[in-house]
């Protein structure tokens, strides 16, 4: 099983970009896909969730708003849109899967309910 997530770089603030995962090994149909981050000195942390199946998303509070998260299932591949992005949005940005059964709500915001994650790509804001 392999995620694979592209799309990180160097942009402005206010600037966007958008990064992409994309599942191969398995099948994903059921399952959940998410996006934590983690920054220099800092926890990983929750950013985005959607349900494959269904679409159901779940947004960090201190995202929402900026950040868009949806799937291709055609391409099997996840996009996070992030706009309006700010210098602490700067971290390696990780697409993780949690396959079934799949976390229950109180437990989906936390690196521990996925099951498998992708290396990880460089997102940084700066002037």
């Known amino acids: 099983v392999q995620l694979q997530a592209y799309g990180g770089g160097l942009v402005q603030p206010g600037g966007s970009l958008r990064l992409a995962c994309a599942p191969s090994g398995r099948s994903f149909a059921q399952s959940a896909m998410g996006w934590f981050r983690q920054a220099p000195g800092k926890e990983r942390e929750f950013v985005a969730r959607?349900?494959?199946?269904?679409?159901?998303?779940y947004y960090a509070d201190s995202v929402k708003g900026r950040f868009t998260l949806s799937r291709d299932i055609a391409k099997n591949t996840m996009y996070l849109q992030m706009n309006s992005l700010k210098p602490e949005d700067t971290a390696v940005y990780y697409c993780?899967?949690?396959?079934?059964?799949?976390?229950?709500?109180?437990?989906?915001?936390?690196?521990?309910?996925?099951?498998?994650w992708g290396q990880g790509t460089l997102v940084t804001v700066s002037s």
């Open positions: 993780a899967a949690d396959t079934p059964p799949l976390a229950i709500f109180s437990s989906l915001w936390y690196a521990t309910a996925y099951d498998y």
């Open positions: 959607i349900n494959w199946s269904g679409g159901r998303t």
